[in-house]
């Protein structure tokens, strides 16, 4: 269901294994299909993942964002194959669809887990599951789409065995 490309630029830290992140992946696919059938059919995607540093973090976040200090995940989502009628025969011959980018960062991301006093499996899967989302399309600007993606986050948290994220015990 889902092709990872891996980019391990800063390693020192507890990374999560591929086999992790595809289980978190296939668990938010699935919620999204719950969702949204129609619009979340299933299909396989082709999604980087990139450990980086805080000086790596900084520059993409400062360039894409405008804020000067690194950030524990930044998504960079792809060109939308979905909305686009390739016939199945061209779909085969260009591959996989690129869903895109996120990058996150291993001292910010680590930090975080430690200040909240969760483990770092649990803080990994959560963002990783909050930049898929994004590669998506939601997003938590206004008050209601943060509502919603932080429903489904919780959603897919609580059905892989871990907390809610946004449980008041972590806020």
Not at 36 to 59: G, H, M, P
Not at 70 to 94: C, H, K, M, Q, Y
Request: some cysteine.
């Amino acid at each position: 269901m889902f092709e990872l490309d891996l980019q391990i630029v800063y390693a020192d830290g507890h990374l999560p294994s591929e086999a992790d992140c595809l289980h978190w992946l296939m668990a938010a696919q699935a919620q999204l299909i719950d969702y949204d059938a129609t619009e979340f059919a299933a299909q396989n995607y082709a999604i980087s993942l990139r450990f980086v540093d805080a000086v790596e973090s900084q520059e993409l976040n400062h360039t894409y964002r405008g804020i000067a200090k690194p950030t524990n995940i930044l998504s960079f989502p792809a060109d939308d194959w979905g909305s686009v009628d390739i016939p199945a025969e061209l779909r085969v011959e260009l591959g996989t669809p690129h869903l895109g980018d996120l990058v996150f960062c291993v001292p910010v991301m680590l930090a975080e887990a430690e200040s909240m006093d969760i483990t770092p499996e649990a803080h990994w899967a959560h963002l990783l599951i909050h930049g898929y989302l994004h590669l998506h399309g939601f997003d938590h600007i206004e008050n209601d789409e943060a509502a919603l993606m932080e429903a489904l986050e919780s959603k897919i948290m609580l059905k892989l065995g871990l907390d809610d994220p946004y449980a008041e015990a972590f806020l």
